[in-house]
T-cell receptor, first 113, second 109 residues
Framework: EAQVTQNPRYLITVTGKKLTVTCSQNMNHEYMSWYRQDPGLGLRQIYYSMNVEVTDKGDVPEGYKVSRKEKRNFPLILESPSPNQTSLYFC????????????FGDGTRLSIL | RKEVEQDPGPFNVPEGATVAFNCTYSNSASQSFFWYRQDCRKEPKLLMSVYSSGNEDGRFTAQLNRASQYISLLIRDSKLSDSATYLCVVTPGTYKYIFGTGTRLKVLA
C-alpha cells in the first residue's frame, strides 16, 4: 500500500529536549515536505526536499532542521523545542516537483510544555 | 494580502443542495492548483487537481479563472459525508505549495 508514515503520532515533551519526528514514504517520490498546521493559519511549509541531499527552507523554518540522506526518509528535527512549536505536523511527498499533488502522512500532534 | 485566500465559512447547506467555494490567489505565475479535503484535524486528502479547461469528477467540478486569479469547487447533490474542510492549494513556484486556510462545509440532514 502506497503511504507516508510519520512517527510518533502524538508526543508531549518539555522545552529544550531535542526530538525527531520521522517520515518515510514507499512511493519512490523525489519531493518531500514538512508542514505545520495551526488554527486560523492553515498549513505552512517548514522545509522541503527536492531529492536526496537537497533541501530548502519553506515559509517557517526557524527552530527546525531536516536531512535527506535517503530517498524514502525525511526526518524533522527540533534541536531545542519551545512552546510555540506546539502544533500539528504533516509530512508529505510527491513525484518530481510541485506540479504533482502531494500525499500526506497521518500527522504528528506535538505538545511542548 | 495573503497569497491564497478562502472564505472560512462555515457553509451550512441541506442534503441535496449545490454549493460552491472560491479560492483567490495573488501570484499570477502560479502553475498548478489542487483541492484537498480535510476531516477534523486528520491529514489532507487530494480531492482533485484543477485543470485550465475545468474538470469534473462525479458530483465535483473544479474550474480555474486565470484572468481573475481564482479557482472554484462546485459540489452537486451534497451528502452528509461531504461535511469537511476544503483546502485549495496553489503552486507559485516549482517547489512551493501554498495552502489556503480552508472553507468549512456542513451538510445538514
Amino acid at each position: 500500500e502506497a503511504q507516508v508514515t510519520q512517527n510518533p503520532r502524538y508526543l508531549i515533551t518539555v522545552t529544550g529536549k531535542k526530538l525527531t519526528v520521522t517520515c518515510s514514504q514507499n512511493m519512490n517520490h523525489e519531493y518531500m515536505s514538512w508542514y505545520r498546521q495551526d488554527p486560523g493559519l492553515g498549513l505552512r511549509q517548514i522545509y522541503y526536499s527536492m531529492n536526496v541531499e537537497v533541501t530548502d527552507k519553506g515559509d517557517v523554518p526557524e527552530g527546525y532542521k531536516v536531512s535527506r540522506k535517503e530517498k524514502r526518509n525525511f526526518p524533522l528535527i527540533l534541536e531545542s523545542p519551545s512552546p510555540n512549536q506546539t502544533s500539528l505536523y504533516f509530512c508529505a511527498s510527491s513525484s518530481t516537483n510541485s506540479n504533482q499533488p502531494q500525499h500526506f502522512g497521518d500527522g504528528t500532534r506535538l505538545s511542548i510544555l | 494580502r495573503k497569497e491564497v485566500e478562502q472564505d472560512p465559512g462555515p457553509f451550512n447547506v441541506p442534503e441535496g443542495a449545490t454549493v460552491a467555494f472560491n479560492c483567490t490567489y495573488s501570484n499570477s505565475a502560479s502553475q498548478s492548483f489542487f483541492w484537498y479535503r480535510q476531516d477534523c484535524r486528520k491529514e489532507p486528502k487530494l480531492l482533485m487537481s484543477v485543470y485550465s479547461s475545468g474538470n469534473e469528477d462525479g458530483r465535483f467540478t473544479a474550474q480555474l479563472n486565470r484572468a481573475s486569479q481564482y479557482i472554484s469547487l462546485l459540489i452537486r447533490d451534497s451528502k452528509l459525508s461531504d461535511s469537511a474542510t476544503y483546502l485549495c492549494v496553489v503552486t507559485p513556484g516549482t517547489y512551493k505549495y501554498i495552502f489556503g486556510t480552508g472553507t468549512r462545509l456542513k451538510v445538514l440532514a
